[in-house]
T-cell receptor, first 112, second 114 residues
């Protein structure tokens, strides 16, 4: 079992719809969770961080964390073509001194 | 503007050659990292450094070496012992409370083998 798992996609959603991206992780003692957006050929850009159970909203983005079920998700409301990218989930386990473990990413396509 | 600068953007390595990738940051971050990204795979940690003159191996350190002589600089050398070096290399630095640090990435270096 991979430490951080994501569906590779592509996930295709029409413009204006809600895109839902999911990530599961294997280690229960994980403590911090991040979503990065990566355009093709570019470096990852941090878009959300979440540390406690529940929802965290930032503009059109909402991160949801459920530690009991070991998943973290990212919702993108009013999806735009510019949201088309690969979204990487990253998890840090307690006591791993800065080491982040990344999923392989989900490719999102927002269609006109 | 503050940021992380990686150079060169593209690098070609000949058989048996060592090459060095540059990473400089002016964010005053203590911790710096090197990740490798292969197509369709997640980022894998090569080395990281939390303070000057100290660094630790990540998950795939074999065939790589680093130094951290200055807070701003964390160069990565890909040695001839790394038999499959073709990948996108990402340097990052982090800020925040221990255990909750946020990573910020440079623009990356694409390394290819001639």
């Amino acid at each position: 079992q991979k430490e951080v798992e994501q569906n590779s996609g592509p996930l295709s959603v029409p413009e204006g719809a809600i895109a839902s991206l999911n990530c599961t992780y294997s280690d229960r003692v994980s403590q911090s969770f991040f979503w990065y957006r990566q355009y093709s050929g570019k470096s990852p850009e941090l878009i959300m961080s979440i540390y406690s159970n529940g929802d965290k909203e930032d503009g059109r983005f909402t991160a949801q964390l459920n530690k009991a079920s070991q998943y973290v998700s990212l919702l993108i409301r009013d999806s735009q073509p510019s949201d088309s990218a690969t979204y990487l989930c990253a998890v840090r386990k307690t006591g791993t001194a800065s080491k982040l473990t990344f999923g392989t990413g989900t490719r999102l396509q927002v269609t006109l | 503007d503050g940021g992380i600068t990686q150079s060169p953007k593209y690098l070609f390595r000949k058989e048996g050659q060592n090459v060095t990738l540059s990473c400089e940051q002016n964010l005053n971050h203590d911790a710096m990292y090197w990740y490798r990204q292969d197509p369709g795979q997640g980022l894998r940690l090569i080395y990281y450094s939390q303070i000057v003159n100290d660094f630790q191996k990540g998950d795939i350190a074999e065939g790589y070496s680093v130094s951290r002589e200055k807070k701003e600089s964390f160069p990565l050398t890909v040695t001839s012992a790394q038999k499959n070096p073709t990948a996108f290399y990402l340097c990052a630095s982090s800020v925040g409370q221990e255990g909750y640090e946020k990573l910020f990435f440079g623009s990356g270096t694409q390394l290819s083998v001639l």
